[in-house]
């Protein structure tokens, strides 16, 4: 089936410190979206992503889908310690409203 | 408010036990989603429906059978053949035309 790969696993940066997040598949995507999901919790849409090459800004996350339609990056800025948490990408290819998760990065900021 | 509802927060069963858990919107989103969160494992899709009164299975339905009577609900029951039910488990809807997953607050159960 379609798998998204993100990786590493865990990411530790400094408080104050930009970090940057890949999301890459061997499938096309129609969407992308991020989440942010804290523990036990629900994961929590942070952007969505429509076409290829689209840039879009929420705060101080940045996100882009990428011109292949097989990747996308997240981008955070300027990190707080409240941006902890495990940041999971998805795709959607439209086909049956399908959505394909990857396996999340867990990131930590250090104050 | 609009939103999405999962109850209980948290379940505890018997094993050999059928149970149920709660999904509820009000978004008024044609389409809605059961996910399997396990440590590491990323969400792995149950089952999904795009219209009332049909869905398709996802990528580990076995062990677990839903319902779409209502548009607004979408209750999965996790039956006695679901060999490893102990996880937690979440619910999405989105409207069918643009994808925007919202997820409730989750059910963890716990089989014992």
């Known amino acids: 089936g379609q798998q998204l790969n993100q990786s590493p696993q865990s990411m530790f940066i400094q408080e104050g410190e930009d970090v940057s997040m890949n999301c890459t598949s061997s499938?096309?995507?129609?969407?992308w979206l991020w989440y942010k999901q804290d523990p036990g919790e629900g994961p929590v849409l942070l952007i969505a992503?429509?076409?290829?090459?689209e840039l879009t800004s929420n705060g101080r996350l940045t996100a882009q889908f990428g011109i292949t339609r097989k990747d996308s990056f997240l981008n955070i800025s300027a990190s707080i310690p409240s941006d902890v948490g495990i940041y999971f990408c998805?795709?959607?290819?439209?086909?049956?409203?399908?959505?394909?998760f990857g396996k999340g990065i867990t990131l930590s900021v250090r104050p | 408010d609009g939103g999405i509802t999962q109850s209980p927060k948290y379940l505890f069963r018997k094993e050999g036990q059928n149970v149920t858990l709660s999904c509820e919107q009000n978004l008024n989103h044609d389409a809605m989603y059961w996910y399997r969160q396990d440590p590491g494992q990323g969400l792995r899709l149950i089952y999904y429906?795009?219209?009332?009164?049909?869905?398709q299975k996802g990528d580990i339905a076995e062990g677990y059978s839903v319902s779409r009577e209502k548009k607004e609900s979408f209750p999965l029951t996790v039956t006695s053949a679901q060999k490893n039910p102990t996880a937690f488990y979440l619910c999405?809807?989105?409207?069918?035309?643009?994808?925007?997953?919202?997820f409730g607050q989750g059910t963890r159960l716990t089989v014992v």
């Open positions: 429906s795009q219209i009332v009164n049909d869905f």
């Open positions: 992503l429509y076409k290829a090459g």
């Open positions: 998805a795709g959607f290819t439209g086909a049956n409203s399908k959505l394909t």
């Open positions: 999405a809807s989105s409207p069918r035309d643009r994808y925007q997953g919202f």
């Open positions: 499938s096309i995507f129609n969407t």
